[in-house]
């Protein structure tokens, strides 16, 4: 398979091209960029490098585009993939608008092709292992616990900017809301979320809190903030049995980690090999599309995209 990456943002160069070179059925990768051409061909020398998005688009052989820009262009150029036939791999967050979601899906849909968003954590083998500690003790969780936080941002970052799709409740938001599809399985029945600090200068929100509440009195509590020390964890609780992962979000491809299992007051480390959940994402998504079975991909896609838009409807954003 061809891959044509869309942005040559500091993600694609840390993780995506490491994670997809990984993998032996990519057989290609060609990056379009209007302000790093120059980098990327230093970087990929094997690589096309296109500087006009749209001559990448129509030019490039790729069965797959992969697009990571600042958030407010991921429509445009997700569209324009799909519309030349593409599958389309999104960088979280995918769309800033539900109506986008919706109708980019639908029209994948009807297209055959798949449409993804890369929120790739899920794809660690330490969610799997969570819930399997679960499922061995014959409970589930009911509590989810989580923070994603960290020191400000250099003050030309995109997301200090409104109309560039910035703020904590898009680049956060993700994560504020897929653990609980991933351990509830279903959407939240209601939402509280609130704005906790502004931008002095753009008003972007950088900082919120949340808590969803869940089918069956299942519930999570969340703090995401560009402000504070780094923070990324999360816990998950439920009758009998709690589990702690640290650094959930953007574990290391080369670091061992270590969860924290508990139950009735015994603590017990347990040890997660290195993996590169990048690579476990790509690798399912390829097969997904060799099989010809992807459309849990574009659902998960819509359902993230519901919930968002439902949390910035409570924090009062939309």
């Not at 809301?177 to 008003?203: K, L, M, V, Y």
């Not at 139950?263 to 399912?284: C, E, G, K, S, W």
Request: charged share 20%.
């Amino acid at each position: 398979m061809r891959v044509l990456i869309i942005g040559y943002s500091a993600i694609v160069r840390k993780r995506v091209i490491p994670a997809l070179r990984k993998l032996q059925d990519i057989e290609e990768i060609d990056i379009a960029t209007r302000s790093k051409a120059n980098t990327a061909a230093q970087e990929l020398p094997t690589a096309k490098v296109f500087t006009d998005y749209q001559k990448a688009c129509r030019a490039s052989s790729a069965e797959l585009v992969y697009v990571s820009l600042v958030n407010s262009e991921h429509v445009r150029w997700a569209e324009e993939a799909l519309r030349t036939g593409r599958h389309v791999i999104v960088d979280k967050p995918a769309f800033t608008k539900l109506a986008d979601a919706q109708r980019l899906a639908d029209f994948a849909t009807k297209k055959n092709l798949c449409l993804a968003e890369a929120t790739v954590y899920a794809w660690h083998p330490q969610i799997e292992k969570t819930l399997q500690l679960f499922h061995s003790k014959a409970t589930s969780p009911t509590r989810i616990t989580t923070t994603f936080c960290f020191p400000p941002l250099p003050e030309n970052n995109f997301r200090y900017q409104k109309h560039l799709g910035g703020g904590a409740l898009f680049d956060l938001g993700p994560y504020a809301i897929s653990p609980g599809r991933i351990f509830f399985h279903t959407e939240p029945e209601e939402i509280f979320c609130r704005i906790c600090t502004r931008h002095p200068q753009t008003g972007v929100d950088t900082a919120f809190s949340i808590l969803a509440i869940y089918p069956g009195g299942r519930s999570l509590v969340g703090h995401f903030d560009f402000n504070t020390e780094y923070r990324n964890y999360l816990n998950v609780l439920g009758h009998g049995m709690s589990v702690d992962i640290d650094r959930v979000f953007t574990t290391p491809s080369d670091m061992d980690n270590t969860l924290v299992m508990r139950t009735h007051n015994t603590v017990q480390p347990i040890t997660v090999p290195a993996a590169d959940a990048f690579a476990l994402f790509f690798t399912d998504v390829s097969t997904a599309i060799q099989k010809k079975s992807f459309t849990h991909f574009t659902e998960t896609l819509v359902s993230d995209a519901r919930v968002l838009h439902k949390m910035r409807a409570a924090a009062q954003e939309d």
